[in-house]
């Protein structure tokens, strides 16, 4: 049963727009969030965080917003550029050892920015 | 400059045969991971290491094996097994567990592994 879920295989958005990509949990026990991106044949890279005592996190174009009751986050970009084309994958976490008991991948969503 | 390897790129083997994959990293992190990505998936944990000489099984541990005997490498072998070998792999580490900001983990390039 997926703890994690990416709905949205792929997302095509416009250069200059907002892209948001959305990511649902089922664990509650998940208490620290994480969102990498992905280019093919590399391996994943971090982009940004939120912990579950905050409902917001900013980092220059990357916003990601956590809804605790709806066990729900998002990860807005805007404005989206050519290079923000990739695959997105939501990671959350428990804190009980936290990182070092390996993150719960969703399936990831595939980013396309069109000119 | 500080990172973590993985080596080869690329990976061949038949079927039958066990093979080990390398990782090692540089950042001085306690933490290591292997993972594995099939297409169309998201990574999926196979075994984690918090400490040097200690390792956990993952969500998908069987068929493969893995040592820790020092902190900067954490080999993982696919061993004859693994049912489905031919996959992704993606080794990453990170930062002591105790400080919980840093749940961020640093992946290596990774490694396609291809049985043939």
């Known amino acids: 049963d997926q703890q994690v879920k990416q709905n949205s295989p792929s997302l095509s958005v416009q250069e200059g727009r907002i892209s948001i990509l959305n990511c649902d949990y089922t664990n509650s026990m998940f208490d620290y969030f994480l969102w990498y991106k992905k280019y093919p044949a590399e391996g994943p890279t971090f982009l940004i965080s939120i912990s579950s005592i905050k409902d917001k996190n900013e980092d220059g174009r990357f916003t990601v917003f956590l809804n605790k009751s709806a066990k729900h986050l998002s990860l807005h970009i805007v404005p989206s550029q050519p290079g923000d084309s990739a695959v997105y994958f939501c990671?959350?976490?428990?804190?009980?050892?936290?990182?070092?008991?390996?993150?719960?991948f969703g399936k990831g969503t595939h980013l396309i920015i069109q000119p | 400059d500080g990172g973590i390897t993985q080596s080869p790129k690329y990976l061949f083997r038949k079927e039958g045969q066990n093979v080990t994959l390398s990782c090692e990293q540089n950042l001085n992190h306690d933490a290591m991971y292997w993972y594995r990505q099939d297409p169309g998936q998201g990574l999926r944990l196979i075994y984690y290491s918090q400490i040097v000489n200690d390792f956990q099984k993952g969500d998908i541990a069987e068929g493969y094996s893995v040592s820790r005997e020092k902190k900067e490498s954490f080999p993982l072998t696919v061993t004859s097994a693994q049912k489905n070998p031919t996959a992704f792999y993606l080794c990453?580490?990170?930062?002591?567990?105790?400080?919980?900001?840093?749940?961020?983990?640093?992946f290596g390039p990774g490694t396609r592994l291809t049985v043939l």
């Open positions: 990671a959350p976490s428990m804190y009980s050892g936290g990182g070092a008991d390996g993150l719960t």
């Open positions: 990453a580490s990170s930062l002591p567990a105790a400080r919980e900001d840093y749940n961020e983990q640093f």
